[in-house]
Every structure is written in C-alpha cells, then in structure tokens.
C-alpha cells in the first residue's frame, strides 16, 4: 500500500504495512550503517509483532499516514499499539469506490474516523470520490473545512470519470497552512473575491475549468497564491492566464479528458470567448514542461530570463512557433519535439545560454532545423 522513504528515517529499519484484508505478507527494508545498499526480506508471522514493537512511534504513525484511512484502521487491529497509535496518524485518505457504492456507510465512517482523529496538525488529506448525488457536495466541503481546522497541509481531491461542482469552503481560500492542493476532474466555482492562501507552494489542476457564472474563478485562485512555486495544468482548454512573480516550475499540457470535459470545453469555449490565447508571465520560471496545443495558438509566454531547463513539445501553429522559441532563449538545456513537415527557421533567435539540446522531430528538413540551431547557440556542448 504505501512505503517509507529510508532516506527520510532516522533508523535503519523500514516496514512496509499490509492490510492482512488483502492476504498479502508484509516486506521489511534493511539497510546497513554507513551503505546505501538496502535489502529487501520477508516478514515471517513470527518476527511480525516483534518488528512492530521495536519500531518508534514517529515512524509508525509515518507510516500509516500514507496508507487509506480504512487500511490504516484494518492495520491497527494487530495490536493495542497500534489500536492507540492509529488516532494520531497525520494524514487521512478515503476512497469512495472501497464501500461497495455504500454512500450512508462511507459518509459515517468519514465522520467518525475524522472525530476520533487527534493529530496536532494535519499532513495530508485525499479524498477520490465517486459522487452520484447533489448532496453529497455539502458533505465533502464540511470534511475539507475540518481539514483546514487542523491545520491541513495537502488537500487532494478526485473525482472519477465525471466533472463535479463543490463549492470549497471559504476557509480553503485563505488557509495559512496549506502547502499543495490538487484537483482532478472538478468544476471550480463560488471562488471568493479576496484569496490568499500564503504558503501554498504547488498547485495540480488536471480537468478543472470554472463554471459558466464565473469565468474568473482560477483566475483570483491564481492570483490568492502569492508564494507558489509549482504549478501543473493538464485540461482540455487552458483559458486563464498564468502570471505567477515567484513561480519556479510549470507543466502544462493540452489533452483530452472524458468525453463528458471534452462536451463541456467545448461550449465554454463558445461562450467565454476564449479564442484568444492565455498569457503566461513567470519571470522567475526554471523548469518548464509543455506539451500539445499548450505550446502554440492556446498560450502566449512571455520571456522567461532564469529558464533553466525546458521540455517542449510543439505541434500545431508554425507561426506562433516562431514566438514561443523567442520566449526560450535563455534556457540552458533544451529537449525539443518537433512533429511538424514544415520547418520554421528559428534564425535571429539567440540562444545565449544553451549548452545541451536534445531534437526530435519528424520533419523530413530536420538538417535545416539542427543547422539553425547549431548556429544560435554560441555555448553549445552537446547535441543529441
């Protein structure tokens, strides 16, 4: 179900639960003093209880952190140690699909395993959600502001296959905690004006568009996040802008999602007019992933003079291409997809700082393309 990174603990030894529900025998790293090399063994039903038992609690409630609430309280039924421990664990997981479409049961068991729950501070907490009812949206968002009362640090929300509106509770949005937020499959709305949520450092947004009554939504989430440094997009339509001073890593990517997003983006693309490209504005960009439409007609990057390392992958729009690589000229090491028959002739742009580049392309002309390149890049040392 889950592991304890070794390099994270302070001891050697790192044992790997397994809920005896799913007739599976639990694994044990051993790593020795002074090597990296880590062994992996068996746990015999002998030696179980005494690995518990020598094992401190800090990385016992690790531990069951990672696992999914339901998991973590099947777990502590091995012991009265861990029937005591399991209270304290700082991260809460559910999965909706775990109750057999139960919806009564799982709410009950969110409710009373987040009551019994004496974490200080809360870690994490998932929620992967099937949600067939309109009123289960009231439920989800009381969960999330009991989170935030605890001081939550990580929120991730799924939901399978189909689009969900929940109104996020007010206090998400101005949360002094929350450090990563990831939504999935989700109709933002009911956004507040005033955001700011101070130490949200990464940001996920897979699917999320806003709703038809408030296109800004991820606009004024965007704009609440004074400090964020990570940021990934994947969704059908990117139709807000991307101006983040202090962000230092973004991926952004053009695909597909259901056939019910892929209906939707459509009409929001009609109706919100988003025929005009978004504009991203990240001076303090290193790292930059893009993919698909994501890199041409769909957005406008500005210049990004700290680019580091960037992956890019361009396919559509020939002369928005010529604009785009002019936003990349102070990468140092650049991974290029280009999918394209015709050519652009990047000439003029100069990369002054690139050193490594990797081509793909299926162009039949890459040798013009290579050459161009070759030509810009004054500090270039390998090319592959």
């Known amino acids: ?40 063994s068996l746990v015999t039903n002998s030696s179980y209880m005494d690995i518990i038992s020598h094992l401190p609690d800090d990385l016992l409630l690790r531990i069951l952190s990672f696992s999914t609430t339901k998991d973590t309280i099947a777990t502590s039924l091995l012991s009265k140690r861990l029937r005591s421990l399991w209270t304290l664990a700082p991260g809460l997981g559910y999965d909706e699909s775990n109750h057999n479409g139960d919806y009564e049961r799982f709410t009950k068991f969110v409710h009373k395993s987040f009551v019994s729950n ?32 605890h001081h939550l640090q990580e929120l991730r929300i799924k939901f399978r296959s189909k689009q969900v509106s929940v109104s996020l509770p007010s206090s998400l949005y101005t949360s002094e905690t929350l450090q990563r937020l990831t939504l999935i499959n989700y109709l933002l709305r009911d956004v ?3 955001v700011l949520i101070p130490s949200l450092k990464t940001l996920s947004l897979k699917f999320v568009t806003c709703s038809f009554s408030d296109k800004m939504s991820l606009q004024r ?14 969704q059908d339509i990117i139709g807000f802008n991307i101006v983040l001073l202090s962000l ?27 025929h005009r490209p978004c504009v991203i504005d990240v001076p303090s960009l290193k790292y930059l992933k893009s993919s698909g439409t994501a890199s041409s007609n769909f957005c406008q990057i ?42 652009v002739n990047p000439s003029g742009r100069i ?5 490594h580049l990797v081509l793909y392309t299926s162009s039949g002309h890459y040798s013009d393309l290579v050459t161009c390149m070759l030509q810009d890049s004054p500090k270039l040392r390998g090319a592959y």
């Not at 989430?221 to 994947?234: A, K, Q, T």
């Not at 990369?351 to 050193?355: A, D, E, M, P, T």
Request: hydrophobic share 40%.
């Open 1 to 40: 179900e889950f592991c304890c990174d070794h390099h994270n603990c302070c001891c050697y030894c790192c044992f790997v639960f397994i809920s005896p529900l799913r007739s599976m025998k639990p694994f044990r790293f051993l790593q020795s003093a002074g090597s990296n090399r880590v062994e992996l």
């Open 118 to 149: 004496k974490a200080p501070v809360l870690e994490r907490l998932h929620l992967s959600l099937v949600t067939k009812y309109l009123f289960e949206v009231e439920d989800i968002a009381q969960w999330i502001h009991l989170a935030v009362s």
């Open 192 to 194: 507040p004006v005033h």
């Open 221 to 234: 989430l965007l704009s609440g996040c004074p400090n964020l440094e990570e940021l990934s997009v994947e």
């Open 248 to 274: 230092q890593r973004l991926n952004i990517s053009h695909k597909s999602g259901s056939k019910e997003f892929w209906a939707l983006g459509k009409i929001v693309k009609k109706y919100f007019g988003l």
């Open 302 to 343: 500005e210049n990004m003079p700290e680019l580091v390392r960037a992956d890019v992958d361009l396919t559509l729009g020939v002369s928005t291409h010529k604009k785009f690589l002019r936003a990349l000229t102070s990468v140092h090491h650049l991974t290029l997809c280009w999918h394209m028959k015709q050519v």
């Open 351 to 355: 990369f002054n700082q690139l050193v």
